[in-house]
């Protein structure tokens, strides 16, 4: 069974998997940080283990099922996590990834019920540690993350298209149902 205090996250094509060892950070403050990260990371995704499964959740989708109060809870660790990986100093491109991740997290968790099954399978905290410990072990790799940016940027623009397209259309349809056009 992989160590907790590991983290693993897939590169920008979603195929190649990097295991980051506990390699201390030049900064000592930053050695403390991701220390806290990885074990408040466990605790939230990945500390309890579905009896009868090798599935594993934490409390944050438990928490979730709280009304407005679990969201809120997810919502200030998501600020942790992202504050930890700005003072950690990971490039950009990873900050980006980090918040894409925690975005996604932030949205699809809000549905009620279906968010906290979603939370329980995302790990969006373990998933932003494992990019954290990535890319301060080995920086060059911020180039995977600019890739990840670029294509979740062309896909956000294609869907906006199509959102804009069939308002557009709806538009019309609308206009000629009351006799304007």
């Not at 500390?47 to 934490?58: E, K, L, N």
Request: glycine residues 8%.
């Amino acid at each position: 069974m992989p160590d907790a205090s590991r983290g693993s996250a897939t590169d920008g094509d979603d195929h190649t998997v990097v295991t980051v060892e506990d390699a201390p950070p030049a900064d000592p403050a930053t050695a403390i940080d991701l220390r806290r990260l990885r074990d408040l990371s466990h605790l939230l995704d990945d500390s309890i283990q579905v009896p009868g499964t090798d599935f594993r959740v934490g409390i944050e989708p438990l928490i979730g099922l709280l009304p407005v109060v679990g969201d809120g809870f997810g919502l200030a660790m998501s600020a942790y996590v992202f504050a930890v990986a700005a003072r950690s100093g990971v490039p950009r491109a990873t900050l980006g990834r980090v918040a894409f991740v925690l975005w996604v997290d932030a949205v699809v968790g809000s549905i009620p019920l279906v968010g906290d099954l979603f939370d329980a399978y995302w790990k969006a905290n373990l998933r932003s540690t494992a990019l954290i410990e990535a890319r301060l072990a080995d920086p060059a790799t911020a180039a995977a993350d600019r890739r990840y940016l670029r294509r979740v940027a062309a896909v956000a623009a294609a869907l906006t298209l199509v959102v804009v397209a069939l308002f557009a259309v709806l538009a019309w349809w609308l206009l000629g149902y009351v006799g304007a056009v």
